[in-house]
């Protein structure tokens, strides 16, 4: 079993759609949670992080962490052709980014 | 906001040569600095922690003399595929973390490297 298991897609919405991206994990020692946008051909840009179980909203990017479950989730709303991207959830407790496998995202204008 | 240089961003070398990829942290110093290997469709897997001033750290299955990796400087780390095989293509990233910033969010990644070996 994988440390970290993601759906990679891909996955194709309209714009102005609200998106849920999901990761689940298996070590209940992860304490932060992250999330990454990646384009095409490019390095990981870290969106947003959560600490421990909780939600965290910016902007239109909320994260979610449900540690009893070992689930999280990164929702977007009204996704723009712009959010178009491969997004990955990461998780850490001791420095050492574990990667999910990026879920492929494609807004349609 | 903290940039990391990577560079080539695409290479394409012979079977039997060998190949070296400079990350640069450009407006920090990074004492640590961490080398991935990305598949398509997969996810980024750590290869080696490079630390300035020492021997690099690699993660189980990783040659060693396969992948050298020199940390010179508080700034640069190159990453050198020696003697290059087609099964060595793939897309090559690295990350650096400021100092002071967090171990587990605090890191930046450079564009990354499409290395394709024919």
């Known amino acids: 079993q994988k440390e970290v298991e993601q759906d990679p897609g891909p996955l194709s919405v309209p714009e102005g759609a609200i998106v849920s991206l999901n990761c689940t994990y298996s070590?209940?020692?992860?304490?932060?949670f992250m999330w990454y946008r990646q384009y095409s051909r490019k390095g990981p840009e870290l969106l947003m992080y959560t600490y421990s179980s909780g939600n965290k909203e910016d902007g239109r990017f909320t994260a979610q962490v449900d540690k009893s479950s070992k689930y999280i989730s990164l929702f977007i709303r009204d996704s723009q052709p712009s959010d178009s991207a491969t997004y990955l959830c990461?998780?850490?407790?001791?420095?050492?980014?574990?990667f999910g496998q990026g879920t492929t995202l494609q807004v349609k204008p | 906001g903290a940039v990391v240089s990577q560079h080539p961003s695409r290479v394409i070398c012979k079977s039997g040569t060998s190949v070296k990829i400079e990350c640069r942290s450009l407006?920090?110093?990074?004492?640590?600095m961490f080398w991935y290997r990305q598949f398509p469709k997969k996810s980024l897997m750590l290869m080696a922690t490079?630390?300035?001033?020492?021997?690099?750290?690699?993660e189980q299955g990783v040659e060693k003399d396969k992948f050298l990796i020199n940390h010179a400087s508080l700034t640069l780390s190159t990453l050198t595929v020696t003697s290059a095989h087609p099964e060595d293509s793939s897309f090559y990233i690295c990350?650096?973390?400021?100092?002071?910033?967090?171990?587990?969010?605090?890191?930046?990644f450079g564009s990354g490297t499409r290395l394709t070996v024919v």
């Open positions: 990461a998780m850490s407790n001791t420095g050492k980014l574990i």
């Open positions: 407006d920090f110093q990074a004492t640590t």
């Open positions: 990350s650096a973390r400021e100092q002071g910033s967090s171990w587990n969010y605090g890191y930046t």
């Open positions: 490079s630390n300035e001033g020492s021997k690099a750290t690699y």
């Open positions: 070590n209940s020692a992860f304490q932060y």
